[in-house]
Nanobody
C-alpha cells in the first residue's frame, strides 16, 4: 500500500556530502515515522536515523554529521550526510512505520524502499 523510492546515492570522497531522498506514496505520510537504515556488504542492517511527527533520533556513528528531515506536503524524507567517511559506505534504505512512534528497530517498520548505494572513497 505504501511505496518508497530512494534516490541520491553515489560515489563521494571522504569528507564530502550527499543528500538522499525518499519519495513516499500514501495519504497518511505525515503520521508515519520515517527511518533510514544502512547495510554494508557482508554486514547486518543498521539503524541510521528516524524522524516522527515530534522528534528525531540518530545512531551514534552519524551524530553531528547526518541530519534527517521531512517535507510532509511533498511526501518526502531526506538524509543530509556530511563529513562522510569510508565506513559510511553501504546501501541506504528508507523505511516507514505506520504507528508514528520513534524507533530504531528495523522490525517496527512495515514498508521499505529498494535501497540506494552510497560509496565513500578514502
Amino acid at each position: 500500500q505504501v511505496q518508497l523510492v530512494e534516490s541520491g546515492g553515489g560515489l563521494v570522497q571522504a569528507g564530502g556530502s550527499l543528500r538522499l531522498s525518499c519519495a513516499a506514496s500514501g495519504r497518511s505520510f505525515s503520521s508515519y515515522t520515517m527511518g533510514w537504515f544502512r547495510q554494508a556488504q557482508g554486514k547486518e542492517r543498521d539503524f541510521v536515523a528516524a524522524i516522527s511527527r515530534y522528534r528525531s533520533n540518530y545512531a551514534d556513528p552519524v551524530k553531528g554529521r547526518f541530519a534527517i528531515s521531512r517535507d510532509n506536503a511533498k511526501n518526502m524524507v531526506y538524509l543530509q550526510m556530511n563529513s562522510l567517511k569510508p565506513e559510511d559506505t553501504a546501501v541506504y534504505y528508507c523505511a516507514a512505520d505506520r504507528d508514528g512512534a520513534i524507533s530504531d528497530i528495523s522490525r517496527d517498520y512495515e514498508y521499505w524502499g529498494q535501497g540506494t548505494q552510497v560509496t565513500v572513497s578514502s
